[in-house]
């Protein structure tokens, strides 16, 4: 992680007496069912947190695989690193939560309870996943940071379909003691959904080694003066990116048809 995304990370509990230190348990939620970028920056995160001494019990889906998968491999190179996976029905209403999800919100305070954390994380992709997460940290009175990169106003984010998912999920914005988001974008979008919380910015929590000039970046990549060079900032991922129809009509083949 970048050093100024690690004096980001937890400025919001800059009154919590050492968040992150040997000794101290956080508690890393997510119920999210796909493994994208969401997840690869929130394990960076993760490790960053397991370096600086903390101990972790991480709450994730069962579904999951790929974030599974990951997890297996960080807890082999950290002793300090729990797992626990849990069962997650359809959780579409957060505003009905005592009536609609008592059973797994029951569950779920059971295994926050034996971890008995000093704080919890949450990972949000965006406002309408996780959101157990918070719920049961803010009934247990643990301090709760979300962090959360797409903070889309949610009739924007679920369309004419889920209108009524939207209406009844207007209390999350009041459940974690703060947010934790990417762009200043994002952090207005929040405070227009009614966000009082403290709010911070993460810088890309990805280091990368900075190159000065044009001829220095070409060397270290073995990329020819005179090449021509496309870039693209993002994920290779075709599935969600479209990396492959970037490549497509950027380099020429002769077996392609002529294109006006």
Known sequence: MSRQAEETFFSPFKGVDAPVSRGRKILYYTD?????GHEVASLRALEWMLLSGARVCFISRSTNHA????LLELKERHSSLETLRIGVPPLKYPDLAPWLYRKFLRRLRS????AAPDWVFVSQGNPVISWAGLYVARALKIPCLSY??????????????GYPRAVFSRQIIRWPDAWLTCTNAQKKQLRRAGA??????LPNPISIPCLRGREQARAANRIPPDAKVIGMA???NNRQKGCDLLFIFSVPCRYWPRRK
């Open 196 to 201: 009082i919380q403290p709010i911070e910015i």
């Open 234 to 236: 993002g994920r290779l």
């Open 67 to 70: 974030l599974n998968g990951r």
């Open 148 to 161: 959360i990169p797409m903070a889309q106003p949610l009739p924007e984010l679920l369309g004419v379909k």
């Open 32 to 36: 999210a069912r796909h493994f994208g």
């Open 111 to 114: 295994s926050f309870e034996e």
